[in-house]
């Protein structure tokens, strides 16, 4: 005996129509603004870690 039902196939459908998709400024206000810019602070302090200060050692402006 098969006791297991046929499973219904279905198109995936994204639950948010095309039209009201805005792009980016959907995910900023999702996000917040504060942590919008948290990640942006974070993101730049990186920036200025990795690049900005092993150039500025390089060039003997800042001596360790």
Same mark, same amino acid.
């Given at each position: 005996?098969?006791?297991?039902?046929?499973?219904?196939? $279905?198109?995936?459908?994204?639950?948010?129509?095309?039209?009201?998709?805005?792009?980016?400024? &959907? *995910?900023?206000?999702?996000?917040?603004? *504060? @942590?919008?810019?948290?990640?942006?602070?974070? @993101?730049?302090? *990186?920036?200025? &870690?990795?690049? &900005?200060?092993?150039?500025?050692?390089? $060039?003997?402006?800042?001596?360790?």
């Amino acid at each position: 005996m098969e006791f297991r039902e046929k499973a219904i196939e $279905k198109p995936l459908e994204c639950p948010i129509p095309h039209k009201e998709r805005k792009g980016m400024m &959907v *995910w900023i206000k999702r996000l917040g603004i *504060w @942590g919008f810019l948290f990640f942006l602070i974070k @993101g730049i302090a *990186w920036l200025v &870690v990795l690049f &900005v200060i092993p150039y500025l050692i390089s $060039k003997g402006i800042i001596s360790k």
